[in-house]
């Protein structure tokens, strides 16, 4: 009676080692998916910040060409003065 006692032991004991060890491993999985979801966040925080940095770029050149033409420059003039007479002013 004590041996099949001991065996039955040893069968539970057997099975929550068992269910341990896979949640273990679930947990080991899990942060491996965690881990690799952060290195393509941070992948995507890098991309956007070169399209950002493209935009200003291409802002800059688009701003520069309208101020070139005579009507952005007779614009920019007036606004110009304005703001010297403001400071003037003030």
């Avoid at 491993?25 to 941070?42: D, E, N, P």
């Avoid at 200003?56 to 060409?65: E, I, P, R, S, V």
């Amino acid at each position: 009676m004590a041996v099949f006692a001991a065996q039955y032991a040893f069968a539970q004991l057997k099975g929550v080692y068992l269910g341990v060890k896979g949640a273990v491993l679930a947990g080991h999985a899990a942060m491996l998916l965690y881990k690799g979801g952060m290195t393509a966040l941070t992948a995507a925080y890098g991309a956007n910040s070169a399209v950002v940095k493209a935009a200003t770029a291409a802002q800059w050149l688009w701003n520069a060409a309208l101020n070139a033409n005579p009507i952005g420059l007779v614009i920019t003039a007036v606004a110009g003065l304005a703001a010297g007479a403001v400071l003037l002013y003030n």
